[in-house]
C-alpha cells in the first residue's frame, strides 16, 4: 500500500516545492520520560530546537532500541510543523524521523558530524 509510511514501495513524485513545505529540524533531547498511558510502548521526548522553536514535545515508539539514558541528550531530527496530536493525555508536537530496523523498530535519524541546534534539514 504506497500510503503506508511502512511500505518498501516507491511513493509518488513530489515537486521540490512539496518537500520545501516539511520543516525538518535537528534537536538535542532534554527530558525523557515513559509513556505509561500510551497503548503501545513509547516514551515522552522533550526536544530542544534552540531559538526560536525552543524545547517542543513528542511520543516516540522507540523503547525496542533506545533506554532513557541512550536518548537523553542525543541529537535527533524531527518534523516540527505538522499539526499537534494528542496521544492520551500527552500533547505530540513533533515526529521524530527514524527508519525500521530488521524487526520494524524504529532507528532515529541521526547526524554523524556537529551541526547547527535547530538548524533545517536541506
Same mark, same amino acid.
Given at each position: 500500500?504506497?500510503?503506508?509510511?511502512?511500505? #518498501?514501495? /516507491?511513493?509518488? &513524485? &513530489?515537486?521540490? @516545492?512539496?518537500?520545501?513545505? $516539511?520543516?525538518?529540524?535537528?534537536?538535542?533531547?532534554?527530558?525523557?520520560?515513559?509513556?505509561?498511558?500510551?497503548?503501545?510502548?513509547?516514551?515522552?521526548?522533550? &526536544?530542544?530546537?534552540? @531559538?526560536?522553536?525552543?524545547?517542543?514535545?513528542?511520543?516516540?515508539? +522507540?523503547?525496542?532500541?533506545?533506554?532513557?539514558?541512550?536518548?537523553?541528550? /542525543? /541529537? !535527533?531530527?524531527? +518534523? !516540527?510543523?505538522?499539526?499537534?496530536?494528542? &496521544?492520551?493525555?500527552?500533547?505530540?508536537? $513533533?515526529?521524530?524521523?527514524?527508519?525500521?530496523? *530488521? #524487526?520494524? #523498530? $524504529? +532507528?532515529?535519524? #541521526? +547526524?554523524? *558530524?556537529?551541526?547547527?541546534?535547530?538548524?533545517?534539514?536541506?
Amino acid at each position: 500500500m504506497a500510503d503506508d509510511p511502512q511500505s #518498501n514501495a /516507491r511513493q509518488p &513524485i &513530489i515537486s521540490f @516545492d512539496d518537500f520545501m513545505k $516539511v520543516d525538518i529540524r535537528l534537536g538535542t533531547i532534554v527530558d525523557v520520560k515513559v509513556f505509561e498511558e500510551a497503548k503501545k510502548a513509547a516514551y515522552q521526548l522533550w &526536544i530542544d530546537f534552540g @531559538d526560536p522553536l525552543g524545547i517542543k514535545k513528542s511520543s516516540a515508539q +522507540v523503547t525496542s532500541n533506545y533506554d532513557i539514558g541512550e536518548l537523553l541528550g /542525543r /541529537r !535527533v531530527a524531527a +518534523v !516540527v510543523n505538522f499539526e499537534p496530536k494528542q &496521544i492520551g493525555k500527552f500533547m505530540s508536537e $513533533v515526529l521524530c524521523l527514524g527508519f525500521p530496523d *530488521r #524487526n520494524g #523498530n $524504529v +532507528v532515529l535519524l #541521526n +547526524v554523524d *558530524r556537529p551541526a547547527l541546534q535547530g538548524g533545517r534539514m536541506y
